[in-house]
């Protein structure tokens, strides 16, 4: 079921270096991009299909066409390398493993987009990543593909590496501008865009790392290359990230559109210790969570996932097996949401907290029905009610939880309320 | 004037201007949207959620109004069901970490949190886990105290420092039910407008050290005035009250809206000049340095001048047109020469890009304009070899050293017609007490010739006699509002054909030609 585009380099050692990486294809495709008009290149990856691997899925094409004509400002693109959801864990291979691919890919956005300048916004946690990405860096510019002629060619990509300080709520795209621009990491309010005013009030465009290390096989191989993998809506591959109870976990390249079940059974070795499987988190922490029954009936794509009232996300799959405490798992993840919003608007700042409370107070055994039944409701109360959609990162999987896991907080409360039992 | 549109509130149609967002279109007509972080002076910031509404035309389910521009046909929703959940479920969160300490605090009465609880939330309280504890009582400097536990994290006085006084002292730390407004270690608010963050804050988390605890702001009776603080003319609000068995006392200034001449802000020398009208009056009538009864100084004033072979009058430019226009009058009828010299009321370099101006004086454009000379020469030449000074409530001691005074005042018997009891008055032979600005009612000219007229905001218990009468008392042919009234229209031309009652509230900006008009 695997296939080795992304990470076709992956396997090879010393691929993080520019002489292993260009003796295995790297910045091949750049003769080819710079005898292109930009225009074409748009067009080309509208055409594969290709849509943002951050989580939204928007089509990368389309985001590009947004960029309005003849500003007279300069246009900058950002790659976000952010990666902080728990349970994601793609990009960070990219970085380590074959950044040159994803250098490859920013020389082919830059030109498509007309930008010379590039920040890449990396997750300041990321150690080991932002060092093998600058050391690549350092050696494309010595080797003359970044810089003032890119390959050889009359254009000029500049990049600039950018740590983070430690906030999830960066990797929102607006925050992430903010932060870059040095102030505190905070969503804008939209509209603007980013594509029309974004970093220092310039057209922007914003672009996960795989969406970016993705472009030089659909140079290189056209459009109906890329979407010979995955489904008619979903094109490509995607890099998951399989973690949990799964006898196999780790990073997987899959094309999209595989049924779910298979892949964890097949791929990742199944649920482990011949447990049962009691739900999954289909696409990073902030995706509401299949029950199994829903599990059989799922395909790792953007448009199935919708359907089963999900999302495909990041493509960071946890399989939770039978002994899972959901309580303990919504305390977990509400902890952190409301330890990473960034505390602007009033509901998420306040409410985040307020639900962290409800949920330790039920954890201790001192929760009652009343407790249990706010908490749904600040779900509602919060959600869509912010600038950004942190809130909702929390809110949708709670109440996901909460519906469908009710019997588990219920038995919490059951020895405070006797209203629980009989509400059962 | 700007262009009107017509757009729907409720499926109502309204008129109202264009250019500006929903809060401030809708608000002028009557309409409240509420909101918290919004501020006109410092722009949208749109994290409060308070004013998020629906617009009925597809786009996104609810925006914040203070973000969206008012447009023609735009339907906007305010009174749906959920709309008004969003308010209340807004009002719950800021409700939930916040003390309620309203009996103590001194916001309460003029609270934004107070007056939507009452119109958005008013039911009780669901919180029944720990409140968030942050820092009480911190002292940010510049007179500003702030209680971390009682703000609602808006940031207009982070953008006030950041966008207005360009200083920065302020900042939001922490992230989420963490956040809080503070200061960076040792380095305090330090900025003439700090106190404006008091007004601007919605609630009670930024309190003035001067006013904390003084009085519940619902006993605090307000009247429109003018700071005379400088030649600005900022506009202001009075606050006063007579408490029982005690005199009427100003407890704050506060600024008052005027697009023309301060916006929304006043500076803290002004808003703290409040402090000059309670204290250092001199309230007594006092002859050679006794007190005795005002009509009996008056009668002894009227003798000396009747006796003086050379009399010389010297006005303040605080004075208002009114009074300096009398005292004009009565130089004139005296054959005394007339002064306004005030050099001393001048701090060069103390003025800045914003309100505060150099000249502290009120109306010196005033003092041009009617044609009374202020140079140094003109006053030292009219005091040589007089035998009598009128001094109408100017600080001499402003503009020269003592002894400089005493030995070019030597042999000169003063009449101070003063409101404070300043050094001038004991150098006096004759002290007569008068109102200060906040006791009476006039007009002023300031640095930018917009002319402005007050009223008397504070009737003392001693109610002190307005310097019109005074010199209308000593002889000056200006006896009544009305004849000092004419007497100013001849000199202004802007004031022509207008009655008193027909100058703008905002005030009348005269144009050019009328500010340099030299009619004498």
Redesign the interface.
Known sequence: MEVKILSAKFDIKDAHKIKVAKKHGAYSTLDKLFSMPPEDVIELVKESGLRGRGGAGFPSGVKWSFLPKDTGKPVYLAVNSDESEPATFKDRYILVKDPHMMIEGIIICSYAIGSHDTYIYIRGEYTTQVKALQAAIDEAYAAGYLGDKVGGHDYTVNVTVHRGAG?Y?CGEETALLESIEGK?GQPR?KPPFPAVAGLYGCPTIINNVQSIASLPFILENGAEAYKAYGTEKSAGTHLFGISGHVEKPGMYELPLGLPLLEVIDKVAGGVWKGRKLKGVIPGGSSTPVLLPEEAKTVTLDYESMAAHKTMFGSGGIVVLDETVDIVQLVKNLIDFY??????????C??????ML??I??ILSGDGTM??LN?LRELCD??E????CVLSAACTMPVRSYLDKFRHEFEAYVANNDSSAAEAK | MADKIKLFVNGVEVEVESGKNLIDAIGAVGIEIPHLCYHPALGAD?????C?VGIEDGRP??V?AC?TPAQEGLKVLLDAEHIK??QH??M???L??HPIDCPVCDQAGECKLQDYYMSYDQVDS?????Q?TKGKKMDFGAGVVHDQERC??CGRCVRFCRQITKTGEL??I??????RVNIFPGRPLNNRYALNVVDLCPVGAMTSKDFRFKQRVWFLKKAPGICHGCAKGCNITIEHNREKYKDDVIYRFRPRKNDQVNGYFICDAGRLSYKAENEGRLTEARLSNKAIPVDEILTAASKEIERAEKTAVIVSPNCSLEQMIAVKALAEKLGASLSGFSDGYIKSGDGDDFLIQDDKAANRTGLTLLGIDSSKQGFEAAVQGAKLLINFDNDLGLSYEEGALKKLLQGIKIIAITSHDTDCVKMAEMAIPVASYSEYAGSVINCDNILQTFGKAVTKNNDLADICAIAAGLGSPLASPEERFSALQECIGALKDLEPDQIPAKGLKLNDSEAANVTV
């Not at chain 1, 869509?384 to 600038?387: A, I, M």
């Not at chain 2, 922490?174 to 956040?179: E, F, G, I, K, L």
């Open positions: 906030a709520v505190k309010s409301h330890h990473e919003s960034c505390g602007q608007c009033t509901p700042r306040e409410g985040l907290g307020w409370k409800i330790k107070k009343v407790d706010l109360n919060i869509l009610k912010t600038v | 749109g994290n409060c959620r308070m998020l389910p609810l914040p973000k959940k969003i479920d807004v719950e969160f800021e939930i970490n669901r919180m029944t886990v720990p968030v609602v994290v900042g939001i922490n992230r989420t039910d963490d956040a």
